[in-house]
Nanobody
């Protein structure tokens, strides 16, 4: 089992920045990568960003590319999502995701590709 604990959500004005963190514990040795999904009210959960533990390769949804940066700290089993130039459309619950399948490299953007989820942290961007 893996436990994921997110932190860093909150309220910010449009154009501002927030930094989300996710700390993993438990069977972290079998993880291929970690990432973030988000879900706005009335919408489906969607992929935002992911990063590979071994290579550090990063993947972003088009909607966040150029504004969000995902990074990792292998020693601490932690990933960070730095969110800049936030827009009201970024308002959502952000969920940390952990991938334990080799299919991660092709399925990182799919909800079904995630093996473990955090409980989520709320980000509200006011206009």
């Amino acid at each position: 089992q893996v436990q994921l604990v997110e932190s860093g959500g909150g309220l910010v004005q449009a154009g501002g920045s927030l930094r989300l963190s996710c700390a993993a514990s438990g069977r972290t040795f079998s993880s291929y990568g970690m990432g973030w999904f988000r879900q706005a009210v009335g919408k489906e959960r969607e992929f935002a960003a992911a990063i590979s533990w071994s290579s550090g390769s990063t993947y972003y949804a088009d909607s966040v590319k150029g504004r969000f940066t995902i990074s990792r700290d292998n020693a601490k089993n932690t990933v960070v999502l730095q969110m800049n130039s936030l827009k009201p459309a970024d308002t959502a619950v952000y969920y940390c995701a952990d991938y334990h399948s080799r299919a991660y490299y092709t399925n990182y953007a799919l909800i079904g590709g995630v093996d473990y989820w955090g409980k989520g942290t709320l980000v509200i961007v006011s206009s």
